[in-house]
């Protein structure tokens, strides 16, 4: 199911401004519930796909939400956003290379629309680092790998079988 709307719509859970206030005088702690995957090699597909506005105006950007295809994570979501048009040159250098590994390892090398990316598994290696701005720990891609290099020896085996 490909969903075609905006990447921050809240689906029928609502919003956090739905909620009631906490009464007056008390200060409720924010608290962090996102834990990102341990860093290693995973298989992606991207599901969903938007693209629009930087927060700032100053450019697009391609908003995607992927989602880990198999091991101990399959179907966890994980987000990635392409830079592709920016005032900043550096920014922009960045998410056309970034975007260009995607592409490669999607195997779709000059898409008309991004909903031809969706669903078509690619490989990553996933880092992990702090946030500039919280200190938060996230995920990050260090790297797309490739169908045409040699594989590296799986660290933990794969236990399915076919047959």
């Known amino acids: 199911e ?6 921050t719509e809240t689906g029928s859970r609502g919003s956090k ?5 906490p009464p007056q005088g008390v200060k409720l702690a924010r608290r962090n519930t996102y834990t990102p995957l ?15 506005a930087t927060s ?8 995607c939400k992927a ?7 399959d ?10 048009e920016n005032q900043n040159d550096t920014a922009q250098e960045t998410g056309q290379r970034e975007f260009a590994g995607l592409r490669r390892a999607t195997g779709v090398l000059a898409p008309e629309d991004s909903a031809e990316l969706h669903f078509i598994p690619f490989r990553v290696k996933i880092g992990i680092k702090a946030r500039k701005d919280t200190g938060e720990l996230e995920n990050n891609i260090k790297e797309y ?19």
């Open 2 to 7: 490909t969903r075609t709307g905006s990447l």
């Open 17 to 21: 401004l739905d909620a009631d206030p």
């Open 75 to 84: 179907g966890r979501p994980f987000y990635i956003k392409y830079n592709l």
């Open 67 to 73: 989602q880990v295809v198999g091991g101990d994570h």
């Open 145 to 163: 790998l490739f169908g045409d290099e040699p594989a590296p020896e799986p660290r933990y085996p794969d236990v399915r079988t076919t047959g």
């Open 38 to 52: 341990p860093a290693g090699e995973y298989t992606l597909e991207i599901v969903e796909s938007e693209y629009k």
């Open 56 to 63: 700032k105006g100053t450019g697009m950007l391609l908003a």
